[in-house]
């Protein structure tokens, strides 16, 4: 069975910093994009961040220049160091991947990590 494991997350002032974690475990043959996306209360779930198993990033535009994703594919790990964060990055953040089992290819969420930024 395939899991998605977050940590990491937590209360932060605004201006501060977070890094984000998520281990894949279980009978994984390949995993190709990682991703994480978030979801502020009321709102719909967003696309912060992902990448593709070469190594191609990809983000919200709300988060250029202050989010970075990484990714160690022989650890099936992917990661979000947040910076310079802001109260309106304040939700739920949940990893996702698009991972190959046996006989099967499908996504995969994560339990979701709560990130809130205030002072």
């Known amino acids: 069975q395939v899991q998605l494991v977050e940590s990491g997350g937590g209360l932060v002032q605004p201006g501060g910093s977070l890094r984000l974690s998520c281990a894949a475990s279980g009978a994984i043959f390949n995993i190709y994009d990682m991703a994480w996306y978030r979801q502020a209360p009321g709102k719909q779930r967003e696309l912060v961040a992902s990448i593709t198993s070469g190594g191609v990033t990809n983000y919200a535009d709300s988060v250029k220049g202050r989010f970075t994703i990484s990714r160690e594919n022989a650890k099936r790990t992917v990661t979000l160091q947040m910076s310079s964060l802001k109260a309106e990055d304040t939700a739920v953040y949940y990893c996702?991947?698009?991972?190959?089992?046996?006989?099967?290819?499908?996504?995969?969420w994560g339990q979701g990590t709560q990130v809130t930024v205030s002072s």
């Open positions: 996702n991947a698009d991972i190959v089992v046996p006989f099967n290819r499908r996504e995969y």
